[in-house]
């Protein structure tokens, strides 16, 4: 390879992970689905309770622990799931 060469691939690589960077990171993202969830007219917001719900199960290992961990947290804080509702972590 040549000096020349070696930084056109230098740099292409780079843009390609600058374009790719928030791709990756969005995939990376647990979320669930609010319409699966019922909850308080007032209290916690959905969205504030998921968010604190999922940064406290990180800590938590293995799958169906952490679903379980993740459904008492929002029990917790007013939110149970609706019947027939499908939860992924």
């Keep these: 390879m040549t000096a020349r060469f070696a930084a ?3 740099r292409a690589m780079k843009r ?7 791709a990756i990171l ?3 993202c647990q979320t669930s689905n ?4 019922n909850g ?3 209290g ?3 969205r504030q309770a998921e968010k ?5 199960v990180e800590f938590v290992t293995g799958v169906d622990a952490k679903r379980d961990f993740f459904i008492g ?3 917790a804080l007013g939110w149970t799931p609706k019947a027939g509702a499908k939860i992924d972590l």
């Design 8 to 10: 056109l691939w230098c």
């Design 16 to 22: 390609l992970a600058v374009l790719l960077a928030p």
């Design 26 to 28: 969005l995939a990376a």
């Design 34 to 37: 609010g319409d699966q969830w």
């Design 40 to 42: 308080p007219r007032l």
């Design 44 to 46: 916690t917001p959905y």
């Design 52 to 56: 604190t719900c999922f940064d406290q």
């Design 73 to 75: 947290c929002m029990n």
